[in-house]
């Protein structure tokens, strides 16, 4: 069955480290992959998408991600962390689904995210 | 501007009783809509999905039911709860006809249920 692995279930770095949130799936067809973020208290929100094109992504707040096919993966990461950084993340995989127009999104399990001031 | 609402943002309901849980969308038209289900450290599951008035689909078998009465509206229910019925429900919704494989989902605020 597909899924999606995010091996970090709590992360905690000190502001101005380097993030690297790991995320893996089990697909062998074509994937899209996505980053959702939910900040305390707020909405699920995208934090930025793979298509197709340039296997490294950029996103809001400085996030960027990489897609390397050979190693199903997708991490996420941010070169210096803020406080304001702390939130759940939350890898996703959008998979072709079996209706017309719909598909199925499988997500991680997510990776709870601390920044110490 | 695309908005999502759900209510009410929590509940507490004792087992055995009813669940109604309400999911609007404006902005768009013919919306694919979405009900998941995210328990603490396991993530996001889906449960229904539909893509049409009246078209539900049930990912997972359980205790819980969707309906679609109108184009934007979908509903999550139960008659009786569960113990396990616990959990923080979210509805989303994406674009209609993307492809099936460029689907972006857009997150409500999501209703904590806990079921006592």
């Known amino acids: 069955a597909q899924s999606v692995s995010q091996h970090n279930h709590h992360v905690i770095l000190s502001e101005a480290a380097s993030l690297e949130l790991g995320c893996n799936y089990s697909?062998?067809?074509?994937?899209?992959l996505f980053w959702y973020v939910q900040y305390p208290g707020q909405h699920l929100q995208l934090l930025l998408k793979y298509f197709s094109g340039d296997p490294l992504v950029k996103g809001i707040k400085g996030f960027e991600a990489e897609f390397i096919k050979s190693k199903f993966s997708f991490n996420l990461r941010k070169p210096s962390v803020q406080w304001s950084d702390t939130a759940e993340y939350f890898c996703?995989?959008?998979?072709?689904?079996?209706?017309?127009?719909?598909?199925?999104?499988?997500f991680g399990s997510g990776t709870r995210l601390s920044i110490r001031p | 501007s695309q908005t999502i609402h759900q209510w009410p943002a929590t509940l507490v309901q004792p087992v055995g009783s009813p669940l109604s849980l309400e999911c609007t969308v404006e902005g768009t038209s013919n919306p694919n809509l979405y009900w998941y289900r995210q328990a603490a450290g396991r993530g996001l599951q889906l449960l229904f999905y539909?893509?049409?008035?009246?078209?539900i689909s049930s990912e997972v078998p359980q205790n819980l039911s969707a309906s679609r009465p109108q184009d934007r509206q979908f509903i999550l229910s139960s008659k009786k709860l569960l113990l396990s019925d616990s959990g923080f429900y979210l509805c989303?919704?994406?674009?209609?006809?993307?492809?099936?494989?460029?689907?972006?989902?857009?997150f409500g605020a999501g209703t904590r249920l806990s079921v006592l």
């Open positions: 996703a995989v959008n998979l072709p689904y079996r209706s017309s127009s719909a598909s199925k999104i499988i």
């Open positions: 539909s893509v049409g008035i009246g078209q």
């Open positions: 989303a919704w994406s674009e209609p006809y993307q492809g099936a494989s460029k689907n972006i989902q857009y």
């Open positions: 697909y062998g067809g074509t994937v899209n």
